[in-house]
């Protein structure tokens, strides 16, 4: 098995509007894994498009703290912030996108 194939363990895509995320579960070389979340936005240049990609490391360590921290703040902003706001509106059912779902970004 080579390198990239013993990297690519999960992979989720969430579409949101002219965003993409990736969340990418990824293995070192000690079979160790860590968590990549990559926003992808798609940018007109030219007479073509680019993809403006930013990805974020996050490692077993932090797992918790960072899903405590980002639970804590979408719920103050749901809240606090826009309580009057019916987020159910938001919820989409996912889609499958074969070829999307092929995609992979380093």
């Known amino acids: 098995m080579d390198e990239r194939d013993r990297e ?3 992979s ?4 949101a509007g002219k965003r993409t995320y990736f969340f990418d579960v990824k ?6 894994y860590y968590l990549t ?7 007109p240049q030219g007479d073509g498009f680019v993809y403006e990609k930013h990805k974020m490391f996050l490692y ?8 405590e921290a980002l639970q804590g703040t979408v719920e103050y902003v749901k809240t606090e912030l826009m309580p009057e706001v019916d987020f159910e509106q938001f919820v989409q059912r996912d889609e ?6 092929e995609l992979k970004w380093e």
């Open 8 to 10: 690519k363990i999960y």
């Open 12 to 15: 989720r895509r969430v579409r």
């Open 27 to 32: 293995s070192t070389r000690t079979n160790d």
């Open 37 to 43: 979340i990559t926003e992808s936005r798609r940018q």
């Open 60 to 67: 077993k360590e932090d797992f918790d703290k960072f899903i």
């Open 96 to 101: 499958q996108d074969d070829f999307a779902s």
